[in-house]
């Protein structure tokens, strides 16, 4: 029988030692990743109502929306690594700041600017990974910094909620001194990766901006079929637990609910890849797609925290399966010198439906019921499913590497 340590060794197994740092750092940073879920429930246990809280929820959007544009040409201009730095170090103060707001203008400018940097330490880090590693071992690299951030935040959650009781200022602190913590990895054990750090600037130069990103269609179709994806999505953090309130349902349960995510996510992350091997990148967000649509459409069914808890595994197998592949699939499109660009468009892409998602679920909640927003989740799901497997005509993918 293979010991646990050698099971784990297998996992990084042909990955270079900087990525074993980030996978370090990112899993330190997710230990104490409190600000997304909590953010909403942090606001309304202040005497917002559940259409200000969406409103605070869109200015996070909002930022994150921002944000892809910018890191992504900072990441491919002044670097990967500064770039990731200063982001994670915004992202700590604005950490703070929400734990402190008490009006509802610093609220959301502190709620912009968590958007913004943490939103853009993702395509740095998208960049860093596919600098460093292979083609065949991106999708296993991508994975597992997904596994990282979701086995701190497994211990997060549970934490989160315990502390959220106590007061809800503790669960953003303890957010922002784990994002320095990070940024402190990263100074100490990562190194530049930028082509721009070894080519001529004006080779780099002669492709900046975001003109060739535009001009590769099937990566816009990609972009295109995320956007519902992410409408769906991002409903987790916004209209997900003011549903679960208005059943009677703690904040600590509510953590424990999406902790049933992050269990699937720790014990089937490392091996989505193999499990998902014979699958192009598209046909594989296909699945995925459809998945999340389901099991966000089952909450509609449900009362209890058991039926939140098995809807939630339905979508979690999604979500296993779209972290590899989206991330593989924009690295696999992208040039070198413009892999910032890419991972920023991305970004973009989800920000805009991030931005959105919040106001127009708890609009839809507070006029229609929990039935009519779920319902319509379980049919923006079908329609990224749809979109992705006509995505697979191009045919530029290919399968995902088995680990």
């Not at 998208?126 to 497994?154: C, F, H, I, K």
């Not at 190194?191 to 721009?196: D, Q, W």
């Not at 040039?335 to 839809?364: D, H, M």
Request: glycine fraction near 10%; proline fraction near 7%.
């Amino acid at each position: 029988m293979r010991r646990p340590g050698a099971a784990l060794a297998r996992l990084f197994e042909g990955l270079p030692e900087t990525f074993v740092w980030l996978f370090a750092g990112g899993f330190v940073s997710a230990l104490a990743s409190f600000v997304f879920p909590f953010l909403s429930l942090a606001l309304t246990a202040r005497g917002a109502s559940p259409r200000g809280a969406g409103l605070a929820m869109s200015a996070l959007g909002a930022g994150i929306l921002c944000s892809g544009p910018l890191s992504g040409e900072l990441a491919d201009r002044l670097g990967r690594r500064r770039t990731l730095v200063l982001a994670l170090l915004v992202a700590a103060a604005s950490a703070a700041a929400l734990g402190l707001a008490a009006s509802p203008r610093l609220t959301f400018l502190a709620a912009f600017l968590f958007g913004v940097s943490s939103s853009g330490a993702a395509s740095p880090i998208q960049a860093l990974v596919a600098d460093l590693v292979e083609p065949p071992l991106r999708a296993r690299a991508y994975g597992l910094l997904y596994w990282a951030s979701n086995l701190g935040t497994g211990v997060s959650l549970v934490l989160g909620g315990l502390l959220a009781e106590r007061s809800f200022a503790l669960p953003f602190f303890a957010d922002a001194a784990t994002t320095i913590l990070f940024a402190l990895v990263v100074l100490a054990r990562v190194r530049e990766t930028s082509p721009g750090a070894r080519t001529p600037p004006s080779r780099v130069a002669a492709r900046a901006g975001y003109r060739p990103v535009l001009a590769d269609r099937a990566f816009l179709a990609f972009l295109a079929a995320i956007f519902p994806f992410a409408l769906v999505f991002f409903q987790v953090g916004a209209t997900l637990p003011i549903d679960m309130a208005r059943h009677g349902l703690s904040p600590a349960t509510y953590g424990v609910v999406l902790s049933v995510n992050t269990a699937l996510i720790v014990v089937l992350q490392p091996f989505a890849p193999r499990l998902l091997g014979r699958l192009s990148y598209p046909h594989a967000l296909a699945l995925s797609s459809a998945l999340v649509g389901l099991g966000f459409g089952a909450y509609a069914l449900c009362g209890s925290p058991l039926g939140f808890a098995l809807a939630t595994a339905v979508w979690s197998l999604g979500e296993i399966g779209y972290a590899p592949s989206a991330s593989a699939y924009t690295a696999l499109l992208a040039p070198p010198e413009l892999r910032g660009r890419y991972a920023g468009a991305f970004a973009l892409a989800v920000g805009f439906a991030g931005a959105l998602a919040p106001l127009l679920g708890t609009s839809v909640f507070e006029a229609l019921g929990d039935r009519a927003l779920f319902g319509l989740c379980l049919g923006l799901g079908a329609l990224s499913s749809s979109s992705f497997l006509a995505l697979g005509r191009f045919r530029r993918a290919g399968p995902l590497p088995a680990p």
